[in-house]
């Protein structure tokens, strides 16, 4: 069994540019959550997909964006890059028995490490 | 909403010593309750959760947490350190109906000295 990888491991970008993170999952898994984690600060949720469609939305603008692919991997889109969005982004992916359902274990990457200059 | 409150940013301690990280939660539903280590330069690896039944919940590496729902607490123990327990760890909660969305602490980082 695979664990959850993420690419790049480090980026760079210019603020204004836009990019993309990618994320795949443990095989079976359904459901993926991305977080970010700013220096010297615990993870926070961003959005979940839940068999492909978006459940849930954490307090970030809609220039944050993503998709679940059936393949299982995903993506987080961020448009109109700004300095503050320079963070360690996290995905998760775990099984989970329904949408609502709060106790499942998340598998978390590695993570991607985004520097805006 | 619920919160998480981690009441120690750094906590210091000499190998084979016993350690507590505490972790204190809010919230007006019921909820549930990880543990998180992050070593440098990884992802977040779950140490242990508690969602029911005994208040006593053991974990990987040694490590339990005692729920206490009148102190809205879960501290995390551990009875003798080693040197690669040093890690950052993350107290994370999420509510009943709501989810896979875990809120997480600020962390508390541990260093682990000889």
Request: proline share 4%; net charge negative.
């Amino acid at each position: 069994e695979t664990g959850v990888t993420q690419s790049p491991t480090h980026l760079i970008k210019t603020r204004g540019q836009q990019v993309t993170l990618r994320c795949s999952s443990q095989s079976g898994h359904n459901t993926v959550s991305w977080y970010q984690q700013a220096l010297g600060q615990g993870p926070q949720f961003i959005f979940q997909y839940y068999r492909e469609e978006e459940n849930g939305r954490g307090n970030f603008p809609p220039r944050f964006s993503g998709l679940q692919f059936p393949n299982y991997s995903s993506e987080l889109n961020v448009n109109a890059l700004e300095l503050d969005d320079s963070a360690l982004y996290l995905c998760a992916s775990s099984l989970t028995i329904a949408a609502a359902s709060s106790t499942d274990t998340q598998y978390f990457g590695p993570g991607t490490r985004l520097t805006v200059l | 909403a619920q919160s998480v409150t981690q009441l120690d940013s750094q906590v210091p301690v000499f190998e084979e010593a016993p350690v507590e990280l505490r972790c204190n939660y809010s919230s007006s539903v019921s909820v549930y309750l990880f543990w998180y280590v992050q070593y440098p330069n990884q992802g977040l690896q779950l140490l242990l959760k508690y969602l029911s039944g005994s208040t006593l919940v053991k974990g990987i590496n040694g490590f339990e947490a005692e729920f206490n729902k009148s102190q809205t607490s879960f501290h995390l123990r551990k009875p003798s350190v080693h040197i690669s327990d040093t890690a950052e760890y993350f107290c994370a909660v999420t509510f009943t109906g709501g989810g896979n969305k875990l809120t997480f602490g600020t962390g508390t980082q541990l260093k682990v000295e000889l």
